[in-house]
């Protein structure tokens, strides 16, 4: 005849078998992560002020000011005015909008293209699984400033028919370098879908009479939501990143429209042995470099988190 535990029960039961274990989520860890409580406070300070600024920076980004050519920080021009005597300030918000726009966009369609191809050659295996991922291998190959090139080249003049050289040159480079970013991302949740597919609860899916594509909607996506977070937070500063240094090759965005990347590229430019204007350069490298460092240490908290061997 069964009978409820009383606390003595309970206490002897502790004493016996020992302290009861404790599970940590992976949100309390990353919560416990100063570094990336930190960086995401920073992130959200700067989401906030950039996307937030646009009804205003989006009017006044190329406003030039007769005589204020290469002025430096005052009351009037907090981060001095540009060669054509428009706000750094101005610009710097509206770039960062800008970069930051294109980081996210970017990153959305890397993990798109990386789990669905992941999933894919994992969950089928065999011999769709060893083309799939000798087409990444071919990829990885291939000279990442190559491609980008050849698909700006081929796919901006078309877009130019229907929207503005500027936006036509941001949609080639937000498709560009999200078409480029996701072979890492296929790899890993290759990885993880070989690992998932294996499990009894996946296994009981399938005797239960599921499909494939039900499978691994109900089953194998929601298991990989860590994995894609984390791959996800540390592809926006990387796709920043190809976006600057696309900029100093030349072939980033067009002016006026402007990214961090572009910012300095041309300050780079406007720095010479008379005179050296050091805000044009310190401005949006610092927010760039903020930025980044942010976005690092959200990525690294998130991994560190979602690590199952992470106490």
Not at 89 to 100: D, F, H, N, P, Q
Not at 246 to 267: E, H, K, M, N, Y
Request: proline share 5%; net charge neutral.
């Amino acid at each position: 005849m069964s009978r409820a535990f009383s606390v003595a029960d309970t206490a002897q039961l502790t004493d016996a078998v020992g302290a009861p274990a404790t599970t940590t989520t992976p949100w309390k860890r990353f919560l416990r992560n100063p570094s990336a409580i930190g960086g995401l406070i920073v992130l959200g300070f700067m989401l906030a002020l950039c996307f937030g600024s646009m009804p205003w920076t989006l009017e006044s980004h190329n406003d030039q000011v007769l005589n204020r050519h290469h002025e430096s920080p005052s009351a009037d021009y907090w981060f001095g005015t540009d060669a054509l005597g428009r706000s750094l300030a101005v610009r710097t918000l509206y770039g960062g909008t800008t970069s930051l726009l294109l980081g996210i966009c970017a990153a959305g369609i890397s993990v798109i293209i990386g789990v669905a191809w992941g999933t894919v050659a994992a969950y089928v295996g065999g011999r769709v699984d060893n083309v799939m991922m000798r087409i990444v291998d071919v990829f990885y190959s291939l000279p990442y400033i190559l491609l980008v090139m050849l698909f700006t080249l081929a796919v901006r003049p078309i877009l130019a028919d229907y929207v503005s050289i500027q936006w036509a040159t941001f949609i080639v480079l937000v498709l560009a370098i999200g078409g480029v970013s996701w072979l890492t991302m296929a790899r890993v949740i290759r990885g993880q879908v070989l690992s998932l597919r294996e499990q009894p609860f996946v296994e009981a899916a399938r005797a239960s009479g599921l499909r494939w594509h039900q499978i691994i909607a109900r089953h194998i996506l929601p298991n990989l939501v860590g994995p894609m977070m984390v791959y996800a937070t540390l592809t926006v500063p990387q796709a920043i990143l190809q976006e600057s240094f696309l900029s100093f090759l030349g072939i980033g965005v067009q002016d006026p429209q402007a990214t961090w990347g572009s910012l300095a590229a041309r300050a780079i430019e406007s720095i010479n042995t008379v005179r050296i204007d050091w805000w044009i350069v310190f401005f949006p490298c610092a927010a760039l470099a903020l930025t980044l460092l942010s976005l690092n240490f959200v990525g690294d908290g998130l991994r560190d988190a979602f690590d199952p061997k992470s106490k």
